[in-house]
């Protein structure tokens, strides 16, 4: 069955910890997305990757890394420099880039930081 | 620079009525547009997409879309509500590049 996995659902952290959230896909798909999700806000772009071993800022990114050392893992770290990390966390990944390719999504991990 | 406005950001509709969920965009070029349904602390998931085929877009569960260029707009439409459609719906768009912006969500509410 083929999908997006992230774990773990839920994710409770102290303040000034570093937390990895894990992102994983089936699909054979080349890029990969994350995604940060607010009351009211839609979802914002953290980070994307349109390749292994490559990956460009969005439009948050401050505070957040992450890594493409294989095609189907995408790892974020919410570092402690993130100053309001709590929110729900997306992942999602399409079959190329490209402004026409639908992107598929995961779950979710709530990250909750206090 | 490419946004999308959905109109209201809660919905209430009775079941069996008709569904309306507003999405208006700004592009300087034909955009790709895309609705995606959430349900509760779930991932997001694709309902129908325009990519300049046709204006009139149907997607999965009895939804669709009609792609209006003089009026920017591409809004979501159902017929007959149905207690199952109650979600937070996301309009979003792409336009030459690999990125989508989203709206802010529309949640509909529907009674019995």
């Known amino acids: 069955d083929g999908g997006i996995t992230q774990s773990p659902k839920y994710l409770f952290r102290k303040e000034g910890q570093n937390v990895t959230l894990s992102c994983e896909q089936n699909?054979?798909?080349?890029?990969m997305y994350w995604y940060r999700q607010d009351p009211g806000q839609g979802l914002r772009l953290i980070y994307y990757?349109?390749?292994?071993?490559?990956?460009q800022k969005g439009d948050i990114a401050e505070g957040y890394s992450v890594s493409r050392e294989k095609k189907e893992s995408f790892p974020l770290t919410v570092t402690s420099a993130q100053k309001n990390p709590t929110a729900f966390y997306l992942c999602?990944?399409?079959?190329?880039?490209?402004?026409?390719?639908?992107?598929?999504f995961g779950p979710g991990t709530r990250l909750t930081v206090t | 620079a490419q946004s999308v406005t959905q109109l209201g950001s809660h919905v209430s509709v009775s079941e069996g009525a008709l569904v309306l969920l507003r999405c208006n965009y700004s592009?300087?070029?034909?955009?790709?547009l895309f609705w995606y349904v959430q349900y509760p602390n779930q991932g997001l998931q694709l309902l129908l997409k325009?990519?300049?085929?046709?204006?009139l877009v149907k997607g999965i569960n009895g939804f669709e879309a009609e792609f209006k260029k003089s009026e920017t707009s591409f809004h979501l439409t159902k017929p007959s509500a149905h207690m199952r459609d109650a979600a937070e719906y996301f309009c979003?768009?792409?336009?030459?590049?690999?990125?989508?912006?989203f709206g802010t969500g529309t949640r509909l509410q529907v009674f019995p």
């Open positions: 999602a990944s399409s079959i190329f880039p490209g402004e026409d390719y639908e992107q598929y």
């Open positions: 699909l054979n798909h080349d890029a």
């Open positions: 990757s349109q390749i292994v071993n490559d990956f």
């Open positions: 592009s300087s070029v034909p955009p790709y």
């Open positions: 325009y990519t300049s085929a046709a204006t």
């Open positions: 979003a768009v792409s336009e030459n590049t690999d990125k989508l912006i």
